[in-house]
């Protein structure tokens, strides 16, 4: 029996996050500058986004470009912003095709004009789309979303739209970029490391955390359909007892 054909679509989750990591090392190992790992890291992109879409999965996240990450060698930045303009431009069309919606969360203003430019294209071509939302992490950070979310909640408090006493996990929330989406229930990284990187800090409180040694460029749907087996094969208490998820 194949992989795909395991999954129990009644059981799939809604929301998945992907870390997608080793581009770098996989082009170490090819004997190849960084730039050549992040160029074929856009094939898995491209194959995880349909398997997803294919399966049923309404969310995708991807973790495309951190704060840190301006800190890198300013050739290998140019070349992953350049990369986001030309992918962006190209897939457009296949993302209509497919019915599914691009989206983008982290502080997208600070790109470079023609990234920011191509983004906003991408966004507004797929806004009617249905099937599935694919959402960039782009320029994201967990800890300054969560810093803006204080800030915004905080003017309002000033402006008293909001009484102190009110604030919730609700209202805390739904001011985070990611409002009105499910909070991710899967987290993916590749590539071997098992940290979260500043991603999606408040979201994957109660998500299940997924690591493979494979390097981004080489995942296919069927490291994806791994994943979400791993993930149906888990217990999903949310604080409970086994015994009283049975009840």
């Known amino acids: 029996m194949d992989l795909k054909s395991q999954i129990d679509l009644e059981k799939l989750p809604r929301h998945i996050a992907i870390i997608m990591d080793g581009n770098g090392r996989w082009a170490k190992t090819h004997g190849q500058p960084r730039v050549f790992g992040h160029k074929n890291g856009v094939k ?9 879409a294919e399966l049923g999965v309404e969310y995708l996240t991807l973790y495309a470009f951190s704060t840190e990450n301006w800190n890198r060698p300013k050739l290998e930045v140019n070349a992953l912003m350049a990369l986001l303009v030309e992918t962006i431009r190209k897939e457009i069309k296949t993302l209509n095709k497919n019915s599914i919606r691009l989206k983008a969360i982290g502080d997208i203003s600070k790109l470079p004009p023609k990234s920011y430019k191509a983004l906003l ?12 939302t694919l959402v960039l992490a782009l320029n994201y950070s967990a800890q300054w979303e969560i810093v803006e979310a204080t800030r915004r909640i905080a003017e309002q408090v000033k402006e008293n739209k909001l ?15 990611t409002m009105g989406m499910p909070d991710p229930e899967l987290l993916i990284r590749t590539s071997g490391e098992t940290r979260i990187s500043n991603f999606l800090l408040w979201q994957i409180a109660y998500a299940e955390l997924y690591f493979t040694e494979t390097f981004w460029p080489d995942f296919r749907k069927l490291h994806l359909y791994e994943a979400i087996l791993d993930y149906q094969r888990r217990e999903r208490r949310f604080g409970k007892t086994s015994e009283q998820l049975v009840k």
Do not use: C, H, W, Y
Request: avoid cysteine.
């Open 163 to 177: 009484n102190p006493e009110d604030i919730d996990q609700t209202i805390f929330a739904n001011a985070l970029s």
């Open 44 to 52: 898995a992109v491209r194959e995880t986004t349909e398997a997803a």
């Open 121 to 132: 294209e991408g966004i507004e071509d797929t806004k009617d789309n249905t099937r599935m």
